[in-house]
């Protein structure tokens, strides 16, 4: 594993093992805010369009980013929402995490529930674009690909929660 260091103590790109690099000395984590009917049933996440100079710009996914030494991945997670989203702690409920394990490095989705109105809005330079999408039309866009692979998975998580 080599360990490029950047501006914080958590950036950094890790050179894994499964042969690719990411971002995230310590693992990274996003958050993966869902709005639910009053029924339970889920109807829309928020997804970031990312910049175009960040790694694999251009696609969507969940406003995300590097774990700071001994945070946890969901106060990292609820951290970067914040930063790049100004999506307010208070105005969610944490539900699960769910984690993709490398060699080297981990990714955990953090699986929250909006509880008070959530308005995302472009708060830095990482995201184009910030905004509610029907969970029948995540599919439409262009994800970034992890978060793809990942979506048949959270989708069926976030459909099981329901408002339990």
Known sequence: MTIHHHRLPGDGWVECACGRRHWGVHGAAGLLLVRRAP??????????HRALWSDQGGTWGVPGGARMPGETPEDAALREAAEEAGIDRQGVRLRESRVLQHPDWSYTTVIADEILPIHPAVTDSESVELRWVPLDQVTELDLLPAFADAWPRLRERIVALGGR
Do not use: C, R, Y
């Open 39 to 48: 029924d339970g049933s889920p109807e829309a996440v928020v997804l970031q």
